[in-house]
């Protein structure tokens, strides 16, 4: 039972170019969700996924797409990364229920865009 | 939106030294959750409080969901180098989670 993984840990960028955010979870949760941490502030939520087949903006989604291409994986698309978008990406998965809902995460990765 | 605001921003504490660090919120949700962040890591959830007064331990941990549902504390009793990391609170409904800036905490043995 790996939780929630998330491929690459590292990677960096020239501005303008493309790449995809891999997540995916093994706990048959409903609700995925996509973070980004910048230094000295907690996370902002990018998207998120209430349930397969559905994705919703979160606080700060411009400039990113996401999938949610079946229960277990939920990706993140910068279409022209920006030296803004330098950060630490955090994929999270929750039940989605109501009445008890925690948060797993992932181990995170480390954009830098130049 | 929703604004959390976490105090204190960072603590250095000596070994075996208890802390306290609360959170307000500008709103009222179901529930407060409470994660540490571990140098490199995703948070982990430590505590989670469902009603308002509610009081819950784990091991060297205690929260409380204040009874206004407007603010929560964590207390960590005889601190030891592991609890080093960033500490957050968290207000959550439904699918939406708000997280405060965070707590650094920084234990000197």
């Known amino acids: 039972n790996a939780g929630v993984t998330q491929t690459p840990k590292f990677q960096v960028l020239k501005t303008g170019q493309s790449m995809t955010l891999q997540c995916a979870q093994d706990?048959?949760?409903?609700?995925m969700y996509w973070y980004r941490q910048d230094p000295g502030m907690g996370l902002r939520l990018i998207y998120y996924?209430?349930?397969?087949?559905?994705?919703d903006k979160g606080e700060v989604p411009n400039g990113y797409n996401v999938s949610r291409l079946n229960k277990r994986e939920f990706s993140l698309r910068l279409e022209s990364a920006a030296p803004s978008q330098t950060s630490v990406y955090f994929c999270?998965?929750?039940?989605?229920?109501?009445?008890?809902?925690?948060?797993?995460f992932g181990p995170g990765t480390r954009l830098t865009v130049l | 939106g929703q604004q959390l605001n976490q105090s204190p921003q960072s603590m250095f504490i000596q070994e075996g030294e208890d802390v306290s660090m609360n959170c307000t919120s500008s709103s009222i949700f179901n529930t407060w959750l409470w994660y540490k962040q571990d140098p490199g890591e995703g948070p982990v959830l430590l505590i989670a409080?469902?009603?308002?007064?509610e009081l819950t331990s784990n091991g060297r941990l205690t929260a409380q969901f204040g009874i206004t549902r407007k603010d929560s504390f964590l207390n960590i009793s005889a601190s030891i180098p592991s609890d080093v990391g960033i500490y957050f609170c968290v207000q959550n409904t439904g699918n939406q989670f708000y997280f405060g800036t965070g707590t650094s905490l920084t234990v000197i043995p």
């Open positions: 999270a998965s929750s039940s989605g229920s109501w009445s008890y809902n925690e948060q797993f």
């Open positions: 409080l469902y009603k308002a007064g």
């Open positions: 996924s209430a349930s397969e087949g559905t994705t």
């Open positions: 706990m048959n949760h409903n609700s």
